[in-house]
């Protein structure tokens, strides 16, 4: 476990909520960096980490992790919030304490996932190679692939195009195409925004295969718009991690509501997983909406 000081604290706090004056009075003072120069040396010339000062180190690293999120470590960004990442303090950051890209892979996934374009498009600016990683740091799927993951529509919608005027592949695989990924998004014109860059578009009978998909990640409105599309409703088609019927995904998830839709729209309350478990089963093994979803089930029949 990590051990910040206050001084630390404060400061990746200021980072975090985009007060530059701050960071760079506490960077001037002596307690945050206690060498500055021997540090900026080591960035700029070895990059070799266990030579470097623990508490120097740990001090740059999470400057910059806070600036690029848009707000302190451990804070929950919440869903459908706009979060800017601190170009200013990046830009000074890297000015006075190069780092590799390497290690910011985490902070660019962060500042993707939650919409913050002008951040995203400094890193590119320095780095446009980043959309071509296989995986951004511990979030393990491409900037692309977590670009389509956005919870915003025009933030989405921005983030992806972003990306793909700067070279993102769009049949690039990341735990699926990217069109799986638009195509079970709460937003369908991510679609043709990928087949405007390039995307091998899906047929109809291959779109609607992806039903267990939308249903796995718990976006109602791709599940109900593949249902009125034709998808049906008990399809088990896909490999894991999103095989199972929507209908046992969305159990999976606690999620009773999809669960209510999906046997109004025809899936079979009663039908087993291919390990012989009916869906009481599995609802029972659940930690979150566990007697709502039973009492859904129940309701329509399921012994």
Not at 80 to 99: C, D, K, Q, W
Not at 201 to 226: I, M
Request: charged letters at 25%; proline letters at 6%; one cysteine or more.
């Amino acid at each position: 476990m990590i051990v910040f000081t206050e001084i630390q604290k404060e400061a990746f706090k200021a980072a975090g909520e985009g007060d530059f004056e701050r960071v760079k009075e506490m960077l001037a003072g002596p307690d945050l960096i206690k060498d500055k120069d021997k540090l900026a040396a080591q960035l700029r010339e070895t990059q070799s980490w266990s030579d470097m000062d623990p508490h120097d180190h740990k001090s740059v690293e999470f400057l910059y992790m806070n600036a690029a999120r848009g707000a302190p470590m451990g804070t929950l960004l919440p869903v459908n919030t706009s979060r800017e990442g601190h170009v200013a303090i990046l830009e000074y950051m890297f000015e006075h304490y190069p780092y590799p890209k390497s290690h910011l892979l985490d902070a660019i996934g962060d500042a993707i996932l939650h919409g913050s374009i002008e951040t995203v498009r400094f890193f590119l600016e320095r780095w446009p190679e980043i959309v071509h990683v296989h995986q951004c740091g511990s979030h393990g799927g491409t900037p692309l692939s977590l670009a389509l993951l956005v919870e915003r529509r025009a933030a989405a919608h921005s983030m992806t195009e972003l990306l793909l005027q700067y070279g993102a592949d769009p049949n690039k695989e990341s735990q699926g195409l990217p069109m799986e990924y638009a195509i079970t998004s709460s937003w369908p014109d991510l679609v043709p925004l990928l087949e405007k860059y390039g995307a091998e578009p899906f047929s109809w009978e291959k779109e609607l295969q992806l039903l267990p998909r939308a249903a796995s990640n718990g976006k109602f409105e791709a599940v109900t718009r593949l249902i009125e599309k034709g998808a049906h409703p008990d399809t088990d088609t896909l490999e894991p991690p999103f095989s199972g019927t929507p209908l046992w995904n969305a159990v999976r998830r606690g999620d009773y509501k999809m669960v209510e839709y999906l046997i109004c729209a025809g899936a079979d309350p009663n039908r087993r997983t291919s390990a012989g478990e009916s869906m009481l089963q599995v609802a029972e093994s659940l930690s979150v909406n566990k007697d709502e979803t039973m009492v859904s089930l129940r309701a329509f029949g399921a012994k």
